[in-house]
């Protein structure tokens, strides 16, 4: 009877124990995806923007891998922003250059309708890779220790340097320059006499509220392109401007 009521107790127990068990068991796999849902929330929480990349944070763009996505530094537009941190006076020159031979191109087809002229186009396009190019990096890269405070007054003091002490020398010597190169350096003071001035005028124009909007918002390392984007139209009219006739008298 003893030994029975023993073997009874026993088994009860044994019962039991396996039953906390089982419970315990299904509890930890009842919690095991909570728990890497809440390790899923805090990576979410604390590791950035998806794709690996900073957030909102201000600072110099850089280019990420990932995917093409909007905002992404990807493609070509990544290795555009990977050759201006590596190497950007040769990026900055060689788009330079690529844009005076497109505003030349245009010019010539566009505005003034007559034959293409493949030498007038890349004596314009060695024009911006040798000289226009150079210049702008070498001048926007001391502009902005010539001016080193921010806000409205930064941006004003830049915008007047720019336009009022580098623009008016600039043209003068483009134009002095490809007059030059073209062969007719005897036609470089009346060149300036007739054409420097109206051409002034239409750099205000243009680059007054155009410079404004870079300095103002546009981050120094790609401040050349966006000089670069708008010297598109420019260059239409440069290239038409410099290849005027001189009226001699």
Same mark, same amino acid.
């Given at each position: 009877?003893?030994?029975?009521?023993?073997?009874?107790?026993?088994?009860?127990?044994?019962?039991?124990?396996?039953?906390?068990?089982?419970?315990?068991?299904?509890?930890?796999?009842?919690?095991? +995806?909570?728990?890497?849902?809440?390790?899923?929330?805090?990576?979410?929480?604390?590791?950035?923007?998806?794709?690996?990349?900073?957030?909102?944070?201000?600072?110099?763009?850089?280019?990420?891998?990932?995917?093409?996505?909007?905002?992404? =530094?990807?493609?070509?537009?990544?290795?555009?922003?990977? $050759?201006?941190?590596? =190497? +950007? *006076?040769?990026?900055?020159?060689?788009?330079?250059?690529?844009?005076?031979?497109?505003?030349?191109? *245009?010019?010539?087809?566009?505005?003034?309708?007559? !034959?293409?002229?493949?030498?007038?186009?890349?004596? *314009?396009?060695?024009?911006?890779?040798?000289?226009?190019?150079?210049?702008?990096?070498?001048?926007?890269?001391?502009?902005?220790?010539?001016?080193?405070?921010?806000?409205?007054?930064?941006?004003?003091?830049?915008? !007047?340097?720019?336009?009022?002490?580098? !623009?008016?020398?600039?043209?003068?010597?483009?134009?002095?320059?490809?007059? $030059?190169?073209?062969?007719?350096?005897?036609?470089?003071?009346?060149?300036?006499?007739?054409? $420097? @001035?109206?051409?002034?005028?239409?750099?205000?124009?243009?680059?007054?509220?155009?410079?404004?909007?870079?300095?103002?918002?546009?981050?120094? =390392?790609?401040?050349?392109? !966006?000089? =670069?984007? @708008?010297?598109?139209?420019?260059?239409?009219?440069?290239?038409?401007?410099?290849?005027?006739? @001189?009226?001699?008298?």
């Amino acid at each position: 009877m003893y030994s029975l009521a023993s073997r009874i107790l026993g088994t009860s127990l044994g019962a039991a124990a396996h039953q906390r068990q089982l419970v315990t068991r299904g509890h930890a796999l009842f919690q095991y +995806p909570r728990t890497l849902l809440s390790r899923s929330n805090r990576n979410r929480m604390t590791g950035g923007s998806p794709g690996g990349g900073n957030g909102s944070g201000g600072g110099r763009p850089r280019a990420t891998s990932g995917g093409s996505e909007p905002g992404d =530094n990807s493609g070509l537009w990544g290795t555009y922003l990977r $050759l201006l941190e590596t =190497n +950007p *006076f040769l990026t900055r020159t060689v788009t330079c250059a690529l844009l005076n031979g497109l505003g030349d191109v *245009f010019a010539q087809l566009v505005i003034e309708g007559g !034959a293409f002229d493949a030498k007038r186009a890349t004596t *314009f396009t060695l024009l911006g890779l040798l000289f226009i190019g150079p210049i702008l990096y070498v001048w926007y890269s001391l502009l902005g220790k010539l001016v080193p405070f921010s806000g409205l007054g930064g941006v004003l003091a830049s915008l !007047a340097l720019d336009q009022v002490a580098f !623009a008016p020398l600039f043209i003068a010597s483009i134009m002095s320059v490809l007059t $030059l190169v073209e062969g007719t350096p005897d036609l470089i003071r009346p060149k300036l006499e007739q054409d $420097l @001035v109206p051409a002034i005028k239409v750099n205000w124009m243009l680059w007054v509220p155009a410079q404004y909007i870079n300095f103002k918002f546009v981050p120094p =390392n790609l401040r050349v392109l !966006a000089v =670069n984007v @708008v010297a598109l139209i420019w260059n239409v009219y440069m290239s038409w401007q410099s290849h005027k006739v @001189v009226v001699t008298k």
